[in-house]
Each structure stands twice: as C-alpha cells, then as structure tokens.
C-alpha cells in the first residue's frame, strides 16, 4: 500500500483525476446544451404556434416577430430580387431568391425569402423566369436581419464597385446593407416563405420548410452519455489496475 502512496503513484493518481474531471465536465457542458435547445425548440414552438400576424407596413419590432408567422399582401419588385449563396436543396447546390415585396397600401416594403433555385440558374438574368407579377399574399415566418457576425474568417459581402449600383449575390440577408441599394424603406425583417399546406411542387423557388429540422434536440444526449461512458471506464480499468497492483505487492 505505501509503494502506492510514493511520489510517482500520487502523479499517476492526480492524472487520473484531471482526466476524470474533465470527462465528467464534458459530459455536464452537453447537457447543459441539451437545455439550451430544448429552451430554444420551446421558444420556437410558441411563436408558431402564436396567431399569425398581418403585416401593414406598420413599423415592427424585429426581436418581437423572431420565428412568428406572418402573412402579407403585395406586389414583388421583381427587379430588386438578390440571391442568398450556398443554400443547397436535397443534395443539389443553388441559392435562396430573395425579392422585396411591396406592401399593399403602404409606402414600405419586405424581404421575401421565396426559396431554393438551382445552382444553373443562379445568374441574375435568368431570374426573370421565376417572376411573379400581380398582387400575392405571402405566409411565412419573420426573421431579423442577418448582420455579419463578428469572427476574422466570416466572409463579407463586399462593397458595390464602382458603376454597381448593388450587390445581386449575398451571404446573408443582411437588411440594413441591402437597404442601401433600394429606395423604399425596408422593414427590419424578413419573410421566410413557407410552402403552401397540402401542396407539393417541384418547380423552384422552392420554399423550405425546416421546422423539424430546427426542433430537433441534436446529439447533445448521445453525446453526454458518451462523456459519462469514457469516466466510468476510466474509474473502473484504473480500479482494476490498483487492485491487481496490491495484490502483486502482497
């Protein structure tokens, strides 16, 4: 027993415990993000399921409307329409279209996600097939804009050049700088466009529907228990080994 209590065997035995600690504060971060989503999958559930809100062109709050369904009437400005990059479908890489909507009887305007379009016909003079002209109503769910997150390898949609008069391609649906290349005011959200229940289309855009996506618990669980997994073997081979080590000395 003393032979276990020398120096080296102490090092041994605090290595163990650092490495025990750590597993087990692995396991415990995990299941703290466990909590997070679920917070956040309820938080998402009682905006969808909140009544739906009819958009006039009355001034809105942003925060309030996050992940809120939302219904509006008016007419695309077709010749405004950006693209979102690298928003593949299924497999198959394309981007979102993204169109102003004109908001009917009001002087303001909305961002209208319309959904996924092939890869081939991301170019802008090609968008003019998927037009829609004439007074719609959108359904969708509202979002705030999508200003650049801070981090040094976030890539930056750049300034116009010179002769541009804006940007046709986008990483994100970033409002106040898209607001720069349109003159009408732009709410400070934007719509994404669900599919129409009961309907199915192939035809892009194509609206995406995400929500189980977004409700999803991810591998928080599986991965805590995994954690766990890898410091009860640790406590038990190590066990074992002190055990066969005293019974060597005796």
């Known amino acids: ?63 309030e409307l996050h992940r809120q369904r939302v219904s509006v009437t008016g007419t695309f400005d077709n010749g405004a329409a950006i693209a979102i990059r690298n928003r593949p479908f299924q497999g198959q890489p394309g981007v979102h279209l993204v169109v102003p909507l004109k908001i009917k009887d009001s002087d303001r305007t909305v961002l209208v996600d319309r959904g996924w379009i092939p890869q081939e016909n991301a170019d802008p003079e090609k968008w003019s097939m998927y037009d829609l002209t004439g007074e719609t109503t959108v359904n969708g769910v509202a979002y705030p804009g999508q200003p650049r997150p801070a981090g040094y390898w976030v890539p930056t949609d750049p300034t116009p050049g010179p002769g541009q008069t804006g940007l046709d391609t986008w990483f994100r649906v970033d409002i106040e700088r898209i607001q720069e290349q349109v003159d009408y005011p732009l709410l400070p959200i934007f719509i994404e466009q669900s599919p129409e229940p009961g309907t199915t289309t192939n035809t892009p855009p194509l609206p995406e529907d995400n929500i189980d996506v977004r409700l999803d618990e991810g591998p928080h669980l599986g991965y805590a228990i995994q954690w766990f997994s890898f410091a009860l073997v640790l406590v038990v081979t190590y066990t074992a080994f002190i055990w066969q080590e005293l019974k060597r000395q005796h």
């Not at 020398?6 to 504060?25: A, C, D, K, P, Q």
């Open 1 to 63: 027993m003393k032979n276990l209590l020398t120096g080296r065997w102490l090092i041994r035995h605090v290595l163990v415990l650092i490495v025990f600690t750590i597993l087990i504060n692995l396991g415990l971060w995990q299941l703290r993000r466990l909590e997070q989503r679920r917070a956040l999958n309820a938080s998402i559930l009682a905006g969808l399921n909140a009544p739906v809100v009819l958009l006039t062109g009355e001034e809105v709050d942003p925060d």
